[in-house]
Structure formats: structure tokens, C-alpha cells
């Protein structure tokens, strides 16, 4: 059972996560975090230093939770098959229903809302970010990996390549479905990306 304290530091998080989304991290002061977390000053600073060492835990609880989120659908996908190329389509079938499920747009990604505000992150913020965008495409990157042993590319490029495009395009639909109020812009993006591996590798299933 979680404390008291880790309680409130839960708290803190999931509150500075929802406003920095939907306001940036620019637009989002301390004191609004600390009035809707219903905490004095002295609490928050008791769980962290300042707003960039909260930007720097963020960003880490982020990447764990949507890590969690990936390899729950890769686990899935998994039990599915065992076939490496038909769990990477069925993790992005498994991905786009997931997104469509979402009761509105997607919220947004951290990523994003700490790049656009480079100019007031430390460096240590800035390469927490750097690390978090890379762990997703060495994690895509690895299951591409695993496609190539078995299936010869139609179109010759790198399983680095992929995957950026796969964390390019996540990012970028949900730039878009929120630019757009429009939530089955990611959906398409990402089935669009699922019909491009079936092209790559010559599936025709």
C-alpha cells in the first residue's frame, strides 16, 4: 500500500501531467499545480526541487507508463502468434483500436510539450526526453530486428529507419488529431504505417 507521501507525489505528477498537456510547460506555473494538488509551497518542494527537476520525473513516469502500455500490447500480441512479423501487425492493430477507444482526442505527449519548451528546460530534462524518445525506437527497432531474420525486405531500408518512422508518426498523428479535433487521424496514421510493413516485407495476408 502506497504512503502517504507517495500518495502525494502521485498526485503532484498526474496533475502537473494533465495541465502541462493541455497548457505546455511554459504556461503551467507552481502555483497552479500547487493549488489544485491542495498542498502548501513547503509540500511540493519537499518532492521536488523546482519545476525542472518536476519536468525531469515527469518525463520519467511517462516513459513508464507507456512502456507499460507497449509491451502490454506486445505481450498480446505474443499470445497471438509466433510469427515476428505477424505480432508487429497485430500490435498496431492492437495500438489503433486502443486510440480509437480513447473517450476523446488523445491528451497529448510530454515529448512534444518539453520540446517546444527547450529554452527553459535544464539539460538534464532535455536529455531525459532525448532518452525516452530513444528507448521507444530501440523497442520498435528490436522487434523489427527480429522480422529481418526471417523475411527478406521487397524495398531495402534500416530496422532504424522503421522505427523512427513508427515514433514519427505517433507523434505527429497526435499532433495532428489534436490540432484538428480530430481522434481517428492517429488511428489512420497508424494503420497506414501497419499496410506500409505489410508492403516492406511483401505480406500479403
Excluded at 502525494?8 to 505546455?24: C, F, P, S, V, Y
Excluded at 512479423?85 to 495500438?95: E, H, R
Excluded at 530486428?145 to 525486405?153: E, G, S, V
Aim: glycine share 4%; hydrophobic share 40%; with cysteine.
Amino acid at each position: 500500500m502506497a504512503t502517504k507521501g507517495e500518495t502525494t507525489r502521485e498526485n503532484i505528477l498526474q496533475i502537473a501531467q494533465d495541465l502541462m498537456l493541455q497548457k505546455g510547460f511554459s504556461g503551467t506555473s507552481l502555483d497552479e499545480i500547487i493549488s489544485e494538488a491542495n498542498i502548501t509551497k513547503s509540500g511540493f518542494f519537499y518532492h521536488f526541487d523546482n519545476k525542472n527537476d518536476l519536468a525531469k520525473h515527469l518525463m520519467l513516469k511517462y516513459q513508464c507508463d507507456d512502456d507499460l502500455f507497449f509491451n502490454g500490447l506486445f505481450d498480446r500480441a505474443d499470445e497471438l502468434s509466433e510469427d515476428p512479423l505477424q505480432q508487429m501487425l497485430i500490435f498496431l492493430k492492437l495500438l489503433a483500436e486502443a486510440m480509437a477507444k480513447l473517450p476523446d482526442v488523445h491528451p497529448g505527449c510530454l515529448v512534444a510539450t518539453f520540446t517546444s519548451a527547450n529554452q527553459q528546460l535544464n539539460e538534464e530534462v532535455i536529455s531525459v526526453t532525448a532518452d525516452c524518445t530513444l528507448g521507444w525506437s530501440d523497442m520498435f527497432s528490436d522487434r523489427l530486428q527480429k522480422i529481418n531474420q526471417k523475411y527478406a525486405m521487397k524495398h531495402s531500408t534500416s530496422t532504424k529507419e522503421l522505427a523512427d518512422m513508427l515514433c514519427t508518426i505517433l507523434e505527429g498523428g497526435i499532433i495532428m488529431s489534436r490540432t484538428l479535433s480530430e481522434q481517428q487521424i492517429l488511428v489512420q496514421q497508424i494503420l497506414q504505417y501497419r499496410n506500409y510493413l505489410r508492403l516492406i516485407y511483401g505480406d500479403i495476408t
